[in-house]
């Protein structure tokens, strides 16, 4: 069965530092998705691509976030300087059309000291 | 705006018990969809269902079914005879047209299941 792969499971960084985390989606989707999960907390939308593009994002998706295909596969979220508060573990997502059926990975944790 | 509300933190049960995880949601969008994922101690999100708002049958997929009620704006979830496996965080989402179909979630029942 098809799935989406992200990379690194875990990532351990100093604050201040940027961070990159990959993501494979679903050979044949067109929509992707970041969501986060502060530990124990609800799972929060960051922002959409589609269409090689951002579609929409979330207040938390500030601009030290950026997302990018970079090639045909791979949909990266990038932290450039990277906060305490951004400890948690990150969502990627896709699906096949604009309907909110997402697939998910199985998340990349952040812990940034 | 849309809202989603899981109002049960935690459910424990004894092993083989019915146990129903309750959703409420808020929205004014006439076409939507409500999802249930299932997030396991592994830390991964497992989607389980995903019904639209214009479909109110109730579904059943072995000891899984689900009751959406619009007049209610509710959409539970009931594991019949649970087992330890069971035992997971489950989240209730709700995706609609005018948000551009992106889901947000609720907070999360958390169920743990005894032996």
């Known amino acids: 069965e098809p799935e989406v792969t992200q990379t690194p499971s875990h990532q351990v960084t100093q604050m201040g530092q940027e961070v990159i985390l990959r993501c494979v989606p679903i050979s044949n989707h067109l929509y992707f998705y970041w969501y986060r999960q502060i530990l124990g907390q609800k799972v929060e939308f960051l922002v959409s691509f589609y269409n090689n593009e951002i579609s929409e994002k979330s207040e938390i998706f500030d601009d030290q976030f950026s997302v990018e295909r970079p090639d045909g596969s791979n949909f990266t979220l990038k932290i450039r300087s990277t906060k305490l508060e951004d400890s948690a573990m990150y969502f990627c997502?896709?699906?096949?059309?604009?309907?909110?059926?997402?697939?998910f990975g199985e998340g990349s944790r952040l812990t940034v000291l | 705006a849309q809202k989603v509300t899981q109002a049960q933190t935690e459910i424990s049960v004894v092993e083989k018990e019915d146990v129903t995880l309750d959703c409420v949601y808020e929205t004014r969008d006439t076409t939507y969809y409500l999802f249930w994922y299932k997030q396991p101690p592994s830390g991964e999100l497992v989607f389980l269902i995903r019904r639209n708002s214009f479909d109110e049958q109730n579904e059943i997929s072995g000891r899984y079914s689900w009751n959406f009620q619009k007049s209610t704006s509710s959409f539970n979830f009931t594991i019949t005879a649970s087992q330890v496996v069971d035992s997971a965080v489950y989240f209730c989402?709700?995706?609609?047209?005018?948000?551009?179909?992106?889901?947000?979630f609720g907070r999360g029942t958390s169920l743990i299941v005894h032996p």
């Open positions: 997502a896709s699906s096949a059309g604009n309907t909110g059926e997402l697939f």
């Open positions: 989402a709700l995706s609609v047209s005018g948000g551009s179909y992106i889901p947000t």
